[in-house]
């Protein structure tokens, strides 16, 4: 039992539930209205990112498996409950599942975008983290291709679309410049620049929402996600130690959900921007029960 809930601790399955509103919110964006003959085709793109977020987060572990036992001794790894070779075959097993289950629905484009996202994830888990610029645009990287690879439910969406995936580029990059210092303590003026970013982001959904005329029910998500990210991140300014980036950090990642919902909302996909944000229970839920950041 304590073997299996390591392996689950390795997961982060509070953030593997964010990765599934990434998909929603693409299937939203991609036109999808409620019709049950694509639900088959929804699912296993969930099922895909389940093992891309997965395994890309075991693989994390696994590479820091070192430097895990000088700083977070406690994680599954360096606490001896879970070898690294059994990480790495872990992480491998769900990467292979997260490759499948697109290829599944199509070879090109979902199974091309998986593949690419699984090897972004390699890179920023084993090289890409260790640098202040490229870390957090290799991040984003994976989340903007989570996007699209919900988007690639609809092919051509992806043609018309796209470019939208440049959005959760700017969040996740935000979010990860201010993981940076959640260790030894990071600096005020990081916090400020990820408070520009993630303004970036609720401007460019707002202005969708616009050209759209779905602006009122998408305020409501954009409000829900302000008061989620922006007063951990001002504590975290104001004193930027470990522990309140910590706090900052975890913020950004859970409000994933709803800057999802936002876009689902923004694309007058009401109903389905509700079920995106019920997943937020859910993964407040996990993330009390397992480790977030």
């Given at each position: 039992m304590k073997k299996l809930i390591g392996f689950l601790r390795l997961t982060r399955p509070a953030n593997i539930v964010t990765a599934i509103s990434d998909i929603l919110a693409g299937v939203a964006i991609a036109g999808y209205t409620g019709g049950t003959d694509q639900l088959s085709s929804i699912i296993l793109l969930v099922i895909s990112t389940i093992g891309l977020y997965g395994g890309g987060v075991v693989f994390n572990?696994?590479?820091?498996?070192?430097?895990?036992?000088?700083?977070?001794?406690?994680?599954?790894?360096?606490?001896?409950l879970i070898s690294e070779k059994?990480?790495?075959?872990?992480?491998?097993?769900?990467?292979?599942?997260?490759?499948?289950?697109?290829?599944?629905?199509?070879?090109?484009?979902?199974?091309?975008?998986?593949f690419v996202i699984a090897v972004a994830a390699l890179v920023y888990d084993k090289w890409g983290k260790h640098y202040r610029f490229l870390g957090p645009l290799n991040m984003?990287?994976?989340?903007?291709?989570?996007?699209?690879?919900?988007?690639?439910?609809?092919?051509?969406?992806?043609?018309?679309y796209g470019f939208l995936a440049v959005v959760p580029v700017i969040y996740i990059a935000a979010i990860t410049m201010i993981?940076?210092?959640?260790?030894?303590?990071?600096?005020?003026?990081?916090?400020?620049?990820?408070a520009f970013f993630y303004l970036v982001v609720i401007v460019s959904i707002s202005y969708t929402s616009f050209t759209g005329g779905s602006q009122l029910n998408t305020f409501f998500f954009l409000a829900i996600l302000v008061m989620l990210i922006y007063p951990p991140?001002?504590?975290?300014?104001?004193?930027?130690?470990?522990?309140?980036?910590?706090?900052?950090v975890k913020a950004g990642v859970l409000a994933l959900i709803v800057m999802n919902a936002s876009w689902a909302a923004a694309f007058g996909s009401l109903y389905l921007a509700l079920a995106i944000v019920l997943l937020l229970p859910v993964s407040l839920l996990l993330s009390k029960l397992f480790a977030v950041t």
């Open positions: 572990d696994v590479f820091d498996a070192d430097l895990d036992r000088a700083e977070r001794p406690e994680r599954p790894i360096p606490s001896g059994e990480g790495a075959l872990l992480g491998i097993f769900l990467l292979i599942i997260g490759v499948v289950s697109a290829v599944a629905l199509s070879a090109y484009p979902s199974g091309s975008i998986a984003g990287l994976c989340r903007g291709l989570n996007l699209l690879l919900g988007l690639s439910l609809v092919p051509e969406a992806l043609i018309h993981s940076q210092g959640e260790v030894h303590g990071g600096k005020s003026n990081t916090m400020l620049l990820a991140l001002l504590e975290a300014y104001r004193n930027p130690i470990g522990k309140n980036i910590g706090k900052a």
